[in-house]
């Protein structure tokens, strides 16, 4: 594998830099206040040709693969934005995925060429209360009515429900279906009439949602791909989030605040740097991160040979890189002392009082896009040939 930077990415390394540049903390901060995602962001990012990166050209994209994908992803994380920007590039295009591979024409037309702009937004309705993250145990109902489908059935921790226009639903379609199969994937507008929206919000100052449908008609022309293959469709947009909603950029930031904590504070008049438990730990940490990289890049690799999302390559890499995040923010929180318990902004707080929240914020990591335990599943199952455990 070729590590070195690709000069020819220059020009959009800068181009994205340039417009996080518009956003300061300030923005930011107030976009985690409103449990909301950055509206003016996305759309900055739309009017400057980026947040479309991998629409094709034909329907206003730049018809880029993974690698301009994850480049992009980087950089907005590098920049600051961190999950928000992220999870809104992540949502905004990425998510529609699934029509850029399997939607009709009509879909295509409709939705892509929003997207490219950054002037759609989209939720994703997978779990329910009874099913996990096991996709194949949904139980959301629908039924044929005349030439649509009407959808009965609640989804759990959607987290941008509540400002989303549109939302994806996987929905079971054929009862008597293995659990595999008889699924089928809708795109439904979240005004519609049936639909309630209840606030969840989490320990990591995150609103999520419950979602309910009551008798929620949908029209065929809003079916993505073919009747009863709705599962294949979520599983392969599952492995692109797991990549891409989980970028090592703010890993690699939180590291380096640990690095120049340790490098430059004292304890008991001697030198952080100087304890060997603490040495030994942060070079662990290092380490660590340095095997998440490349295991990101592994992953971009194996997308760039064409096709689905590779899918043990995606869970390698959250698996690894949500748990390493979670090892470091307990670090954080350690090495840092009580002041580490100060939340974000506070004067004089360690690491500019990044441990607390992330300390929160990183069990999360470790349970969205597919837990941990699942991910495990799959690299056992699929990469190692071992038998199933459930």
């Known amino acids: 594998m070729d590590f070195t930077e690709d000069p020819d990415h220059d020009a959009l390394r800068a181009g994205i830099r340039a417009v996080c540049a518009d956003f300061d903390d300030g923005y930011w901060s107030a976009c985690d206040g409103d449990h909301r ?4 962001f996305t759309r900055a990012m ?4 980026w947040i479309g990166l991998t629409i094709p050209e034909e329907l206003g994209g730049g018809g880029c693969g993974i690698t301009e994908a ?4 980087r950089e907005v994380a590098a920049s600051g934005a961190a999950m928000n920007g992220c999870s809104a590039i992540h949502l905004t295009v990425f998510g529609l995925e699934p029509v850029v591979r399997f939607g009709n024409d009509r879909l295509r037309r409709t939705f892509l060429p929003r997207a490219a702009t950054g002037d759609l937004h989209v939720a994703f309705g997978v779990t329910e209360p009874t099913a996990g993250t096991d996709t194949s145990k949904v139980a959301t109902r629908a039924v044929r009515d005349g030439d649509g489908w009407r959808l009965n059935g609640q989804k759990t921790w959607t987290t941008s429900a509540h400002f989303a226009e549109w939302y994806w639903v996987g ?3 054929d009862p008597d279906a293995p659990k595999h199969s ?3 994937l809708f795109l439904v507008p979240l005004d519609h009439p049936g639909i309630t929206i209840n606030g969840i919000w989490t320990m990591g100052d995150e609103r999520t949602n419950d979602v309910f449908f009551d008798d ?7 079916v993505v791909g073919d009747v009863n293959r709705g599962f294949q469709y979520i599983s392969e947009a599952l492995d692109l989030e797991r990549f891409t909603m989980f970028t090592f950029s703010p890993i690699q930031q939180r590291l380096e605040l640990l690095c120049e904590h340790v490098a430059t504070e004292t304890r008991d008049g001697e030198p952080l740097r100087a304890d060997p438990v603490i040495r030994r730990q942060v070079a662990h940490l290092v380490t660590e991160a340095e095997v998440a990289r490349v295991l990101g890049l592994r992953f ?3 997308s760039m040979k064409g096709g689905a999302p590779p899918t043990t390559e995606a869970s390698e890499y959250k698996l690894f890189a ?4 979670k090892r470091l923010a307990d670090a954080s929180m350690d090495v840092g002392g009580p002041g580490s318990q100060l939340r974000v902004r506070t004067d004089d707080a360690p690491m500019k009082g990044r441990a607390e929240s992330t300390y929160r914020y990183t069990v999360i990591d470790t349970i969205g896009g597919g837990t941990s335990e699942v991910q495990k599943n799959i690299i056992s199952r699929r990469k190692l040939g071992l038998p199933k455990n459930f």
């Open 216 to 222: 929620v008609w949908v029209s065929d022309d809003y």
């Open 300 to 302: 971009v690799a194996a």
């Open 171 to 173: 929905a079971r379609t």
């Open 322 to 325: 949500t748990e390493l995040s």
């Open 37 to 40: 995602f950055p509206w003016e």
């Open 70 to 73: 994850a480049l992009l992803m």
């Open 46 to 49: 739309g009017d400057a040709g």
């Open 182 to 184: 008889g699924i089928t």
